[in-house]
Every structure is written in structure tokens, then in C-alpha cells.
């Protein structure tokens, strides 16, 4: 899937405005740090700005080209978390938002050991068990009433998952936790403009009058349980880790 990066940061900049938090659990000291996922590069930016040296990566052009207009003189690159490739690891592999996107995490953390110096830090927050489950839920069945199969895009874990798989690549936890996070979308179309961007490449499989009906019948679907009077809520539930490679 292409992203929309003037469409992210438009509609959707709650995602890095929530991972700002992430930044207080940095070390105090500067830093080498790889941002996993970096998006528009807002965190990749504030981090520079406390200090640290910050490389910010992504999958798409589109959102580095952004960053790179945003934060000129900035260190970003396009490049796939699970390829990418260093001669002198990081202090700090770092992530907002970004890891849910990857299905493969045994490999990605067979990846991060290769990336991260002894000693260093993992800080990363992304989608725990159940996150948005009404709204993937209504989407879902939605488009099965079409005769299309949904194949989820996203690795959603328990901390009860991810612990050994942690632990079994070489990383000593230090926090794990999962947490709901009800998460505003904004105004009347928040709830169309999150479908558009996260089932994007569902929605261009089929015609615009599908399109349209999926919409409408998921916001249908959810109005009781998601519409808050003047804005869509989302049931995001998150999972955030601290650990340290031994």
C-alpha cells in the first residue's frame, strides 16, 4: 500500500501527536537512534531537537519525501525495516505506530539484534490484541457481503505473545504493557477518511459504488457504539516495549 502523506498528516496526526509520550522514555544523554517507521518524521524531528542523532526510515516514498520537505537537512531514507541494512548499530531502535504493519516479527527482531549496539534500547509502541476490532469487524463483514475475502494487513500481539519472543531473541524487558487508548478520528468523515487510508488497498479492488456502500453500511454499523455526538472514535488498544539487548 502507497500512502497519502498530506492526507496522513492531514487527517490522521494523531498517530504521531499519541507517540510523543514515547519520547520520555529516551536516555537523558544523546543518542544514535534509528526510527522505525518514521512516517511524515514529526517524532524523528523532536528527537533531533532533544539532541540525538536520528536517522528516521520508512517503506514509502511518499511519506519520506515529506519528511524530507518538512525537516530539511534532517537524516531520512526510504528504506524497508526488514532489509535494512548498517555498519555501525544504533544506540536506540526506535518506533511509533509503524511495527503492526509487519507481520514476520521473529524476523524483525533477528533484524533489530543486528541493528542494536549490547546494551542498547528497544522503545517501541504499535497495535496490541484487539486493536480496532469493532471497525476491521464491521469493515470485514462488509466486504464479505460482496463475495471478497478480508486478509488482515496487521500483527496484533498479547504481551503473553510477545514476551518469549522478545526474551528468545536476546532482549531483557524492562516495560511491557498493553492499554486502551480510545482514539478520536476527526469530525463527520473521520471515520470514512480512516477506512480510506488503513483498507485502502481493499477499497481499490472494488468499484466506486461498492466503495461508497461499504462506507456507508460501516458507519452504519457503528454509529451506536463509535459516533461521539460530534466526532468517530476508534478502539485502538496498544502495546508499549522498553527492552534491552544483552
Not at 497519502?4 to 509520550?21: E, I, L, P, R, S
Not at 522503545?123 to 460482496?146: D, H, P, Y
Amino acid at each position: 500500500m502507497e500512502w497519502n502523506a498530506q492526507n496522513y498528516q492531514k487527517n490522521h496526526d494523531f498517530v504521531f501527536q499519541y507517540g510523543a509520550d514515547l519520547l520520555e522514555l529516551l536516555p537523558k544523554s544523546s543518542m544514535k537512534i534509528l526510527d522505525v517507521g518514521c512516517g511524515t518524521g514529526e517524532l524523528s524531528h523532536q528527537m533531533t531537537e532533544l539532541g540525538h542523532q536520528v536517522l528516521g526510515i520508512d517503506a514509502s516514498p511518499n511519506m519520506i519525501q515529506q519528511a524530507q520537505a518538512q525537516f530539511p537537512g534532517e537524516n531520512f531514507q526510504v528504506a524497508n525495516a526488514l532489509t535494512f541494512e548498517t555498519s555501525q548499530p544504533y544506540d536506540v531502535l526506535f518506533s511509533n505506530a509503524a511495527l503492526h504493519w509487519i507481520t514476520d516479527h521473529e524476523k524483525l527482531l533477528s533484524q533489530f539484534q543486528r541493528l542494536v549496539n549490547v546494551e542498547g534500547l528497544l522503545i517501541c509502541e504499535f497495535g496490541g490484541a484487539g486493536n480496532v476490532r469493532k471497525l476491521t469487524s464491521a469493515f470485514q463483514a462488509e466486504l464479505e457481503k460482496l463475495g471478497k475475502n478480508y486478509q488482515s494487513p496487521f500483527y496484533f500481539p498479547s504481551c503473553k505473545q510477545y514476551q518469549p519472543m522478545l526474551e528468545a531473541h536476546g532482549f531483557h524487558v524492562h516495560l511491557l504493557q498493553e492499554y486502551d487508548r480510545p482514539t478520536p478520528l476527526k469530525g463527520s468523515e473521520g471515520l470514512r477518511n480512516w477506512l480510506k487510508q488503513f483498507f485502502a488497498s481493499d477499497l481499490a479492488a472494488l468499484s466506486e459504488v461498492e466503495q461508497e456502500r461499504i462506507l456507508s453500511e460501516v458507519e452504519a454499523t457503528l454509529e451506536d457504539s463509535c459516533w461521539k455526538e460530534t466526532y468517530w472514535e476508534a478502539d485502538y488498544h496498544r502495546i508499549r516495549i522498553v527492552a534491552e539487548k544483552k
